[in-house]
């Protein structure tokens, strides 16, 4: 069963402007992740935040955690070209065994030069 | 460079033909993972490893069996491959302990044909 849920599916922006994403998941969490995919290839980890924490900054980018309404939430500031990818929110549940990361659908970004 | 192998990048194999995925890392990590990854379905769990010759299975282990007999590598097995086996699979690994990232290889495009 997927745990998260990203929304939009989706999004084109132009240059220059800031890219909003939003994660919802279902169950307690210990930490949650977004990590970012080129066409085709792995993933690659941006960032994470743990279930104390409500946002975390790293260079551009900025997410947002909150635990009550079991949502998260990646802004890329000031986008690029380069940024176009596949992005991807993972949740660390409180009862996985191990830690099992669970993924959501994703959501497409494309930035427009 | 922290390294996680995919040992083919594309494979073509027969229904009903026995394929093997390997995947090998080099980080000393206990967590070691197997997705599959589909249009609209983001990523899903077909077996997690925790440490050698343990396993769990995920959310979709049917048709599919894993071996892990040693730490850095970790192998997916289909038994007998069908055509809606055909997908991305991406292995990845994780230290053990909470708040921790995952690191993907490079994914392997599986067609059965």
């Known amino acids: 069963s997927q745990q998260g849920e990203e929304d939009p599916q989706a999004l084109s922006i132009q240059e220059g402007e800031n890219a909003t994403m939003n994660c919802s998941y279902k169950t307690s969490i210990n930490n949650l992740q977004w990590y970012r995919q080129n066409s085709g290839r792995g993933l690659v980890h941006l960032i994470l935040i743990r279930s104390n924490e409500r946002e975390k900054h790293s260079g551009r980018l900025r997410v947002t955690l909150d635990t009550s309404k079991k949502s998260s939430s990646l802004l890329i500031t000031a986008s690029r070209a380069a940024d176009t990818a596949s992005y991807f929110c993972?949740?660390?549940?409180?009862?996985?065994?191990?830690?099992?990361?669970?993924f959501g659908g994703g959501t497409r970004l494309m930035v427009k030069p | 460079d922290v390294k996680v192998t995919q040992s083919s990048r594309y494979l073509v194999k027969r229904t009903g033909e026995k394929v093997f995925l390997e995947c090998v890392q080099d980080m000393d990590h206990e967590n070691m993972f197997w997705y599959r990854q589909d249009p609209g379905l983001g990523l899903r769990l077909i077996y997690f490893?925790?440490?050698?010759?343990?396993?769990e299975k995920g959310d979709i282990p049917e048709g599919y069996s894993v071996s892990r007999e040693k730490k850095e590598r970790f192998s997916l097995i289909l038994e007998s491959a069908s055509t809606n086996q055909t997908s991305m699979y991406l292995c990845?690994?994780?230290?053990?302990?909470?708040?921790?990232?995952?690191?993907f290889g490079q994914g392997t495009r599986l067609t059965v044909v």
């Open positions: 990845a690994s994780s230290m053990r302990g909470g708040n921790t990232e995952a690191f």
């Open positions: 993972a949740t660390d549940g409180v009862n996985n065994a191990g830690n099992m990361l669970t």
């Open positions: 490893s925790y440490d050698v010759k343990m396993k």
